[in-house]
């Protein structure tokens, strides 16, 4: 286990029966809390996302992460917001939760994101539906998503096959 992957399981705090009961939530609080857990994520996903000219943090732990990667990699961040949060107008893309929809939104105005090599940064991959659906939205506004990168992947929900072939690096598995 890499030093980083250490120290994410170090600092990641699980709450049985949240927000369902069965359900193990991996809390990534303390990690970002941490000066030294927050600085050495925070370089991790950075070198992951070398080449990338935006980065682009999921709502809304990714947008913590995001914008320390973007600071660190010398880019601009784009928040992938979550419907109706932004006004209009927007791009949109809903797509499948396990018990109905979701929709995931970028501005349609005063940024141009055709072109631009993105790596879109989050906090956990789980079932991959959200990353699958921004990784749709920022293609489709023109963008070239280059990888993703997370802090925590939780392997036995099978995101990464619902990414595919997105390359996706995760700092801790379990």
Same mark, same amino acid.
């Given at each position: 286990?890499?030093?980083?992957?250490?120290?994410?399981?170090?600092?990641?705090? /699980? #709450?049985?029966?949240?927000?369902?009961?069965? !359900?193990?939530?991996?809390?990534?609080?303390?990690?970002?809390?941490?000066?030294?857990?927050?600085?050495?994520?925070?370089?991790?996903?950075?070198?992951?996302?070398? &080449?990338?000219?935006?980065?682009?943090?999921?709502?809304?732990?990714?947008?913590?992460?995001?914008?320390?990667?973007?600071?660190?990699? &010398?880019?601009?961040?784009?928040? #992938?917001?979550?419907? &109706?949060?932004?006004?209009?107008?927007?791009?949109?893309?809903?797509?499948?939760?396990?018990?109905? *929809?979701? *929709?995931? /939104?970028?501005?349609?105005?005063?940024?141009?994101?055709?072109?631009?090599?993105?790596?879109? !940064?989050?906090?956990?991959?789980?079932?991959?539906?959200?990353?699958?659906?921004?990784?749709?939205?920022?293609?489709?506004? &023109?963008?070239?998503?280059?990888? @993703?990168?997370?802090?925590? /992947?939780?392997?036995?929900?099978?995101?990464?096959?619902?990414? @595919?072939?997105?390359?996706?690096?995760?700092?801790? *598995?379990?």
């Amino acid at each position: 286990m890499s030093d980083v992957s250490a120290l994410v399981a170090s600092l990641t705090r /699980e #709450v049985p029966d949240f927000p369902d009961p069965g !359900i193990q939530f991996k809390d990534l609080t303390p990690l970002l809390a941490d000066a030294h857990g927050l600085n050495a994520v925070t370089d991790a996903l950075a070198a992951s996302a070398d &080449g990338a000219d935006l980065v682009a943090g999921l709502d809304a732990r990714g947008f913590l992460l995001g914008a320390a990667v973007a600071t660190r990699l &010398g880019t601009g961040v784009l928040a #992938v917001r979550k419907g &109706g949060k932004l006004p209009p107008p927007v791009h949109s893309v809903s797509y499948q939760l396990e018990y109905g *929809t979701a *929709t995931l /939104e970028i501005p349609a105005d005063g940024i141009d994101i055709a072109g631009r090599n993105v790596v879109i !940064i989050d906090d956990v991959l789980a079932t991959g539906g959200t990353l699958a659906a921004a990784a749709r939205l920022l293609r489709a506004g &023109g963008a070239t998503v280059t990888r @993703a990168a997370v802090v925590l /992947e939780l392997t036995a929900l099978g995101g990464r096959n619902a990414v @595919a072939p997105l390359p996706v690096d995760s700092l801790h *598995t379990v």
